[in-house]
């Protein structure tokens, strides 16, 4: 294993940090400093060959991947222990660098130090009841495939990173080799070509494909995503890996409209488990001025189950309406919850439709059930929101109320 120098790990750190800052407008007037750096450790020892070449601009685009940054690190050592004078020109321009990040330091530091003070002062007059929350940056997790369904979601995706501030994560699974490169190559392109047009970074990021679902959620962990987004262009088998998410999968088929999220259906079954969905109508709430249509179907036997599921109902409407929430009951003349659900969003024309997962065991494990399935295929220009209830909650839900 070869020796990597304090030198070479501050070096890379440093050319990390340019290329975050290079997208910061904090950074404006620096912007041609940080350049320079970038593009003399770019073109003065990684233009050496195609190889070096490709590893520099694989770095510069995931800049967080270890592996990455390690194969950085091995080419930058090599070329720095064959031309000694090149380390001493680095110092020199690092020397500017760590200059400009002092200033930047030393100037958020004088700035957010009062309006701790002014933030606090203010909290101590309002009262609690009526103080705004304020929402956190969220972390926005999108299984990407090179295909026009994963376009969708990465639109949505774009939509919520303007709206919340959002940070989005692409992963991309693939086998080693040509898959592995070719995947790398495309995906610089298309952060290359967000950033261009919307102003927005991707994380961008290649995993080893693995054998299940429950793997593929694991090996994302690491991304602390407060929901992810899926594209699909019909009921495909990676949809079962909603059933091993520990955060909410929003599932769309199209591309997001003007109001994203206008009309929302919030179906009515027996479990009560479905309460649980209400954290979600009160986080985006806080996002959206939506109006809920709460559905049900008009023939519900035997009397338990129907019982069951008018108490859900009483439930839901009184929530609603304590939280001055726009929303209507509607009854559909069927006897299915699942053609309720879909007549429903066809009805109103929904923009998103809120579904808490029946969990469906097979040999394999959880599957996403026919329910759901039915619904995907009978809402093609709607989005589905699918819920958890027992597990991790992110951005759309914290906690759960019954």
Same mark, same amino acid.
């Given at each position: 294993m070869r020796f990597i120098s304090d030198f070479t790990i501050e070096t890379t750190k440093y050319i990390k940090k340019c290329v975050e800052w290079k997208i910061n407008d904090d950074?404006?007037?620096e912007k041609r400093y940080l350049s320079n750096f970038i593009n003399f450790v770019k073109f003065r020892i990684f233009s050496k060959n195609k190889i070096? &070449?490709?590893v520099f601009e694989d770095f510069e685009m995931t800049p967080d991947d270890e592996q990455l940054k390690g194969m950085f690190q091995v080419c930058l050592e090599i070329v720095l222990s064959e031309k000694e004078d090149l380390e001493i020109d680095i110092k020199k321009i690092l020397r500017t660098i760590k200059k400009i990040e002092q200033k930047h330091v030393a100037k958020k530091q004088t700035i957010l130090e009062p309006e701790k003070t002014i933030k606090k002062e203010v909290r101590q007059k309002e009262s609690p009841a009526v103080a705004t929350e304020e929402i956190e940056k969220q972390k926005i997790l999108i299984y990407w495939e090179f295909d026009s369904a994963s376009d969708f979601a990465l639109e949505y995706g774009i939509r919520f990173a303007k709206e919340l501030k959002a940070e989005i994560s692409l992963v991309h699974f693939a086998t080693k080799g040509r898959d592995h490169i070719l995947g790398i190559k495309k995906l610089r392109e298309i952060v290359q070509n967000v950033y261009s047009k919307d102003g927005i970074r991707l994380n961008a990021k290649i995993k080893e494909k693995v054998k299940d679902f429950a793997e593929m959620t694991k090996a994302t962990e690491n991304i602390n995503a407060d929901f992810a987004i899926m594209g699909v262009s019909e009921a495909t088998k990676k949809l079962n890996l909603i059933h091993y998410s520990d955060i909410p999968v929003l599932v769309v088929q199209t591309s997001p409209r003007e109001e994203v999220f206008g009309k929302i259906v919030f179906p009515i079954d027996r479990r009560k488990e479905i309460k649980s969905k209400l954290n979600f109508v009160k986080a985006l709430s806080k996002l959206y @001025?939506? @109006?809920?249509?709460?559905?049900?179907? &008009? &023939? %519900?036997?035997?009397? %338990? %189950?129907? @019982?069951?599921t008018e108490n859900n109902l009483h439930y839901v409407e009184s929530y609603l309406r304590q939280t001055s929430i726009e929303n209507e009951t509607v009854i559909i003349d069927t006897k299915s919850n699942t053609e309720a659900a879909y007549k429903c969003a066809n009805q109103i024309n929904a923009d998103l439709i809120l579904i808490l997962p029946h969990e469906k065991a097979n040999f394999s494990g959880y599957v996403l059930s026919g329910e759901e399935k039915t619904i995907l295929k009978n809402s093609p220009n709607t989005a589905i929101l699918f819920t958890t209830s027992n597990k991790k909650h992110g951005t759309f839900g914290t906690g759960v109320m019954y």
């Open positions: 950074f404006e007037a070096t &070449k490709q @001025k939506s @109006k809920y249509y709460v559905c049900l179907p &008009k &023939k %519900i036997s035997p009397e %338990i %189950i129907r @019982k069951q």
